[in-house]
Nanobody
Framework: QVQLVESGGGLVQPGGSLRLSCAASGNIFDLTIMAWYRQVPGQQRDLVASFTRSGSFYYADSVKGRFTISGSNTKPAFYLQMNSLKPEDTAVYYC??????????WGQGTQVTVSS
C-alpha cells in the first residue's frame, strides 16, 4: 500500500508560480509511474505530467514549457513546479502513483486557483 498526500495549492495571480508537493508513504519504491492530474468540476480528470523510474517524461500540450515534474533524491516525494500560471490552470490537482502490479494510488487533491 502507498499513501499520497498533496500540498502547496492556493490562490495565485495570472503569471505567478506555485509548487505542488506529493508526499508518499508506504511501499513507494513499488511505484513505477508518478503523475499529476487535474480536474475541473463537471469535467474528466486529465493527465498533466508524469515520469517513470526509467526516466521517461510526459507533459500535456497545454502545460509544456510552463510546468515541470520532478522527484526527490532525499525524500519519498515528487513535485510539480507551475510557472506562468493562467486562469485556465484553475482546478483540483491530484498526485498519483502506479505500482508494479498496476494498482493506482491517489492523493486527496489540492485546489489551485489562478485569478486576479
Amino acid at each position: 500500500q502507498v499513501q499520497l498526500v498533496e500540498s502547496g495549492g492556493g490562490l495565485v495571480q495570472p503569471g505567478g508560480s506555485l509548487r505542488l508537493s506529493c508526499a508518499a508513504s508506504g511501499n513507494i519504491f513499488d511505484l513505477t509511474i508518478m503523475a499529476w492530474y487535474r480536474q475541473v468540476p463537471g469535467q474528466q480528470r486529465d493527465l498533466v505530467a508524469s515520469f517513470t523510474r526509467s526516466g521517461s517524461f510526459y507533459y500535456a500540450d497545454s502545460v509544456k514549457g510552463r510546468f515541470t515534474i520532478s522527484g526527490s533524491n532525499t525524500k519519498p516525494a515528487f513535485y510539480l513546479q507551475m510557472n506562468s500560471l493562467k486562469p485556465e490552470d484553475t482546478a483540483v490537482y491530484y498526485c498519483s502513483g502506479r505500482g508494479e502490479t498496476g494498482t493506482d494510488y491517489w492523493g486527496q487533491g489540492t485546489q489551485v486557483t489562478v485569478s486576479s
